[in-house]
């Protein structure tokens, strides 16, 4: 009898990229795309002030951070779908071969039975559905062997699990295009949106881009003046706490015989964070200068979340890719409070995040067309920050 096929299917894996695409590649692969407010704009209508259109590119950018945040979490539900697709087919392929090898074993009794001239319940047994439920009717159950009976029921079993494999990798499948479709969804979003904003750059003249910069500029100063407040309030914080913790050490000392300990008092914890905050910060600042891309988390480039993870990282701690996510983690502080280290997110929508060094001052990966820099962390209004352990 000639042996069975092998269900087993050789499969070859999709090659996926997903390249992160920064602020040149979304202008170009969108420059005909247009705002609906621009393609339907009147030439009678009267044209933005710079203000305007200060105030409509910085939303622009804040919306094309929160569509970044949404590539990136499809993006990550992408990548786990996949890996966990290619885990069920190859479980499968695994599978058909043990059930091939049941039946083998099957055609290896049948043909035993061909040789003494059970002819019709063989080929009964070799084409039944179900070769339990054709046994159980005739009755053949109980004049086979303890080998035979198990053969049967290793396919039955084998075939039954096959069954639940397939369903499970095809309600994978369809979660993994949903997701494939929302992570498309969500990198046109991007794109259009920094389309957007360069369009309306673009439009304006030699003097309006000159007042355009004298307005960032100004914004600029006023978020730096905010950050030297917190840095001589913070400055002020460390002086009172060190005159606080030597008063205590000189009444200690005076309460009390020297005694072979020299600290402080000062929590583990603390000092633990701190060491975690020296990794993080020296990770960040080696970053500086390299481009934001949009979905990109290193090393030669960054969007916001993607800095923050991979400094993180460096420090031995894993954080989640989306600020959505990296909000959750750790220990909510106030501003008065941070700490070199903490993460700060800004926002409404909580699309945008950098690392508090002091000082009022951060680093991050501001938006497409800048680079990684330090920053005041008063120019962008403040959702909230959590420091990570």
């Avoid at 030439?43 to 409509?56: F, H, L, T, Y």
């Avoid at 053949?140 to 039955?156: G, W």
Wanted: charged residues 30%.
């Amino acid at each position: 009898m000639p042996a069975l096929a092998s269900h087993r299917r050789i499969r070859s894996r999709t090659t996926r990229t997903s390249p992160a695409v920064g602020f040149t590649t979304a202008a170009l692969a969108g420059v005909t795309l247009l705002s609906t407010q621009s393609a339907t704009a009147s030439p009678n209508d009267p044209k933005p002030s710079i203000e305007e259109v200060q105030k409509k590119v910085d939303d622009l950018y804040r919306q094309a951070g929160s569509a970044t945040q949404e590539y990136n979490r499809a993006k990550e539900s992408t990548a786990q779908q996949q890996r966990e697709v290619d885990t069920l087919l190859d479980e499968a392929a695994t599978r058909a071969e043990r059930l091939n090898e049941s039946r083998r074993a099957l055609g290896t009794f049948a043909a035993a039975q061909y040789r003494t001239g059970a002819v019709t319940p063989t080929a009964a047994l070799m084409f039944a559905d179900s070769p339990q439920a054709y046994f159980d009717q005739t009755q053949l159950m109980d004049r086979m062997t303890d080998q035979q009976r198990t053969a049967v029921r290793d396919y039955e079993d084998e075939r039954a699990a096959a069954a639940v494999q397939r369903a499970e990798a095809s309600k994978e499948l369809q979660s993994l295009t949903e997701s494939q479709q929302a992570l498309r969804t969500s990198k046109r979003t991007v794109q259009a949106k920094l389309t957007e904003a360069r369009t309306l750059l673009d439009r304006l003249t030699a003097e309006e881009r000159a007042r355009l910069a004298a307005a960032e500029r100004k914004k600029e100063e006023e978020a730096r003046r905010k950050a030297e407040e917190k840095a001589r309030a913070e400055a002020e914080a460390r002086a009172a706490a060190e005159a606080e913790a030597a008063r205590q050490e000189r009444e200690r000392q005076q309460e009390q015989p020297p005694s072979g300990g020299t600290g402080t008092g000062t929590g583990a914890a603390d000092g633990s964070y701190a060491a975690k905050a020296d990794k993080v910060l020296a990770f960040a600042r080696a970053q500086i200068g390299k481009p934001y891309v949009w979905g990109a988390t290193g090393p030669s480039s960054y969007d916001c979340s993607g800095l923050t993870q991979a400094a993180w990282k460096a420090a031995g701690v894993d954080l989640p890719r989306t600020t959505w996510d990296q909000v959750e983690v750790g220990k909510r502080v106030a501003t008065a409070d941070l700490l070199p280290g903490d993460l700060v997110f800004f926002y409404d929508d909580i699309s945008h995040v950098g690392i508090y060094i002091g000082d009022g001052m951060m680093i991050h990966a501001p938006k497409p067309g800048a680079n990684v820099r330090e920053e005041s962390i008063y120019y962008m209004p403040i959702y909230g920050s959590v420091r990570p352990v």
